[in-house]
C-alpha cells in the first residue's frame, strides 16, 4: 500500500504541473502522514541533510569548468583539431562530430551543453556541405549524450550519491562504454554515409595539423588530468572537480585569452542558477529516499521481483525496459533520484555489481534524453538548429536503436563493462 501511495501522488503532482523537486516533497509528505510521522522539522532537516554531501560539491565546480569551457575556446579548439584529423574523409564532419563528443564529454560532463555546442559550430557547416540534415541533427544529438557517461560525468555524481557507489570506481568505468557508444555513432554513420554525394574538404597539411594540436593540447590534458589524478588516487572527484574548474578558468584567461571578466560573471551565475536547481532536486530526493527506507518500499519491490532475484540479467532486462519507460518521459535527474534509492537494495539482493548498475542506469537515462515526448537533448538540438522536431525524431532514430542494441549487449555480457572497469581501477 505504501509503495503506491509514494508513486501514486508523485506521478499525480508531476501531471498536475508541479516541478520533480514539489513533487517528491509531497510524495513523501504523504508517506509520513500515512505512517503518522509527519513533522515539519524532520521535513526540514531531512532536505537540509540530503545535501549536505562531500561528493556534491563537485557539481557546482564541474558546472562552472563546463560553463568556461563552453565560453573560454576551448570547444572551438578541439572541433578545429578534430577537422584536421578527420575532417577530409567521406562523411568527415561527421566523424569530427563524434571525435568532438569524446573530447568535450571529458570537459563538462554535460549531455545538454555538448549537444548545443556541437549543434551551433558543426551543423551550419554540415547543412551547408549538402549533408542530409534529419541525419546530422541525429548524430550530434546522439553525439551529446556520450558524456553522461565519460568522466567527469555530473549523472555518475548524482547515481553515486543516491546508491551509495563509489564515485571514483563509477567515472573509471565509464571510459571503455562511453568509447563503445563512439564507436556504435561510427558504425551507424558509415553505413549512412555510404549511398551519399557529399563534398569532402581537403586534407589538412602536416603543418595545419601540428598547429590545431598545439592548440588544443591544453583542452585535450584536461581530461588526462582529471582521470589520471583520480586514478592514482591523488585527488578524489570532488577534488578533480576543483582542479577542471581552476585549469578552466587559467587556460581560457592566460592561454587562449577569450574569457572576459563580465563573461567569467555571467559563468558563475549560469552555474550558480543551475547547482540551486541540482541541489534543492537532491535535497528533496534524499528527503524521499530516508522516507522510502522507513517505509521498506525496497522490501516490497523485492517482493514483487523475488522471481527474478536469482536471474540477474532478467532482472536487469525488467529493470532496463522499465528505466527506458520512465526515462521517455522524464528527465534524467528526476529519474536517478527517484529510481535509485527504490532500485539498489534489489539490485544487491541479486547480486549484480553495483558499478555495472549505474553505468547501465545512465546509459538507460541518456538514451531518454533522445527519444520524444521530453528528449531534452533533443530539444535542445531543435532549439539551436532551428528545425522541426518531427525532423529530428526522423534522423535520431538509427542512433536510438544501435545504442539500446549495445544496451542489450551490456546486458548479454555484463563483462563489456566490469572487465574494463577492473582494469583502469587497478
Given at each position: 500500500?505504501?509503495?503506491?501511495?509514494?508513486?501514486?501522488?508523485?506521478?499525480?503532482?508531476?501531471?498536475?504541473?508541479?516541478?520533480?523537486?514539489?513533487?517528491?516533497?509531497?510524495?513523501?509528505?504523504?508517506?509520513?502522514?500515512?505512517?503518522?510521522?509527519?513533522?515539519?522539522?524532520?521535513?526540514?532537516?531531512?532536505?537540509?541533510?540530503?545535501?549536505?554531501?562531500?561528493?556534491?560539491?563537485?557539481?557546482?565546480?564541474?558546472?562552472?569548468?563546463?560553463?568556461?569551457?563552453?565560453?573560454?575556446?576551448?570547444?572551438?579548439?578541439?572541433?578545429?583539431?578534430?577537422?584536421?584529423?578527420?575532417?577530409?574523409?567521406?562523411?568527415?564532419?561527421?566523424?569530427?562530430?563524434?571525435?568532438?563528443?569524446?573530447?568535450?564529454?571529458?570537459?563538462?560532463?554535460?549531455?545538454?551543453?555538448?549537444?548545443?555546442?556541437?549543434?551551433?559550430?558543426?551543423?551550419?557547416?554540415?547543412?551547408?556541405?549538402?549533408?542530409?540534415?534529419?541525419?546530422?541533427?541525429?548524430?550530434?544529438?546522439?553525439?551529446?549524450?556520450?558524456?553522461?557517461?565519460?568522466?567527469?560525468?555530473?549523472?555518475?555524481?548524482?547515481?553515486?550519491?543516491?546508491?551509495?557507489?563509489?564515485?571514483?570506481?563509477?567515472?573509471?568505468?565509464?571510459?571503455?562504454?562511453?568509447?563503445?557508444?563512439?564507436?556504435?555513432?561510427?558504425?551507424?554513420?558509415?553505413?549512412?554515409?555510404?549511398?551519399?554525394?557529399?563534398?569532402?574538404?581537403?586534407?589538412?597539411?602536416?603543418?595545419?595539423?601540428?598547429?590545431?594540436?598545439?592548440?588544443?593540447?591544453?583542452?585535450?590534458?584536461?581530461?588526462?588530468i582529471i582521470i589520471g589524478g583520480?586514478?592514482?588516487?591523488?585527488?578524489?572527484?570532488?577534488?578533480?572537480?576543483?582542479?577542471?574548474?581552476?585549469?578552466?578558468?587559467?587556460?581560457?584567461?592566460?592561454?587562449?585569452?577569450?574569457?572576459?571578466?563580465?563573461?567569467?560573471?555571467?559563468?558563475?551565475?549560469?552555474?550558480?542558477?543551475?547547482?540551486?536547481?541540482?541541489?534543492?532536486?537532491?535535497?528533496?530526493?534524499?528527503?524521499?529516499?530516508?522516507?522510502?527506507?522507513?517505509?521498506?518500499?525496497?522490501?516490497?519491490?523485492?517482493?514483487?521481483?523475488?522471481?527474478?532475484?536469482?536471474?540477474?540479467?532478467?532482472?536487469?532486462?525488467?529493470?532496463?525496459?522499465?528505466?527506458?519507460?520512465?526515462?521517455?518521459?522524464?528527465?534524467?535527474?528526476?529519474?536517478?533520484?527517484?529510481?535509485?534509492?527504490?532500485?539498489?537494495?534489489?539490485?544487491?539482493?541479486?547480486?549484480?555489481?553495483?558499478?555495472?548498475?549505474?553505468?547501465?542506469?545512465?546509459?538507460?537515462?541518456?538514451i531518454g534524453l533522445i527519444t520524444?515526448?521530453?528528449?531534452?537533448?533533443?530539444?535542445?538540438?531543435?532549439?539551436?538548429?532551428?528545425?522541426?522536431?518531427?525532423?529530428?525524431?526522423?534522423?535520431?532514430?538509427?542512433?536510438?536503436?544501435?545504442?539500446?542494441?549495445?544496451?542489450?549487449?551490456?546486458?548479454?555480457?555484463?563483462?563489456?563493462?566490469?572487465?574494463?572497469?577492473?582494469?583502469?581501477?587497478?
Open positions: 500500500m505504501t509503495l503506491f501511495i509514494f508513486l501514486g501522488v508523485l506521478f499525480i503532482g508531476i501531471l498536475a504541473g508541479l516541478p520533480v523537486a514539489f513533487a517528491l516533497l509531497l510524495s513523501s509528505m504523504a508517506l509520513m502522514v500515512h505512517m503518522n510521522l509527519f513533522s515539519a522539522d524532520i521535513l526540514a532537516q531531512s532536505l537540509i541533510n540530503g545535501v549536505d554531501s562531500f561528493p556534491l560539491l563537485a557539481v557546482p565546480f564541474f558546472l562552472v569548468a563546463g560553463e568556461v569551457m563552453s565560453r573560454g575556446g576551448l570547444s572551438t579548439r578541439i572541433v578545429a583539431l578534430a577537422m584536421a584529423l578527420v575532417g577530409h574523409r567521406r562523411g568527415g564532419l561527421g566523424y569530427v562530430a563524434i571525435l568532438t563528443a569524446i573530447v568535450l564529454a571529458g570537459l563538462s560532463g554535460s549531455a545538454v551543453a555538448d549537444a548545443a555546442a556541437l549543434v551551433s559550430i558543426l551543423y551550419p557547416m554540415m547543412r551547408k556541405a549538402g549533408y542530409p540534415e534529419g541525419r546530422s541533427l541525429g548524430l550530434l544529438a546522439s553525439g551529446g549524450i556520450i558524456a553522461p557517461i565519460i568522466p567527469p560525468s555530473l549523472p555518475l555524481i548524482l547515481v553515486g550519491v543516491a546508491g551509495n557507489i563509489s564515485i571514483a570506481k563509477l567515472f573509471l568505468a565509464g571510459i571503455a562504454p562511453g568509447l563503445m557508444m563512439a564507436a556504435v555513432l561510427v558504425t551507424i554513420w558509415t553505413i549512412i554515409m555510404r549511398g551519399e554525394e557529399i563534398e569532402t574538404l581537403p586534407k589538412a597539411s602536416g603543418a595545419e595539423r601540428w598547429t590545431a594540436l598545439r592548440e588544443g593540447i591544453w583542452a585535450l590534458l584536461l581530461p588526462v583520480i586514478r592514482s588516487g591523488a585527488f578524489t572527484p570532488t577534488e578533480a572537480a576543483v582542479v577542471a574548474a581552476v585549469y578552466a578558468i587559467v587556460i581560457s584567461t592566460l592561454v587562449y585569452r577569450e574569457l572576459t571578466f563580465q563573461t567569467f560573471v555571467e559563468v558563475l551565475m549560469q552555474a550558480g542558477r543551475s547547482t540551486a536547481m541540482v541541489m534543492f532536486l537532491v535535497g528533496a530526493a534524499m528527503v524521499a529516499a530516508w522516507l522510502i527506507t522507513v517505509a521498506q518500499l525496497p522490501q516490497q519491490l523485492a517482493t514483487l521481483l523475488q522471481p527474478l532475484i536469482d536471474s540477474p540479467r532478467l532482472l536487469m532486462l525488467v529493470i532496463m525496459l522499465l528505466v527506458l519507460a520512465v526515462g521517455m518521459v522524464m528527465d534524467l535527474s528526476p529519474t536517478v533520484l527517484i529510481l535509485v534509492p527504490l532500485l539498489m537494495p534489489v539490485v544487491r539482493m541479486a547480486g549484480i555489481d553495483e558499478v555495472y548498475f549505474g553505468l547501465m542506469f545512465i546509459l538507460n537515462c541518456s520524444p515526448p521530453v528528449g531534452t537533448v533533443l530539444n535542445v538540438v531543435c532549439g539551436v538548429g532551428r528545425v522541426p522536431m518531427s525532423q529530428a525524431v526522423r534522423g535520431v532514430g538509427p542512433f536510438i536503436l544501435g545504442y539500446i542494441v549495445l544496451l542489450g549487449l551490456f546486458i548479454l555480457f555484463p563483462q563489456l563493462i566490469t572487465v574494463p572497469a577492473a582494469f583502469m581501477a587497478g
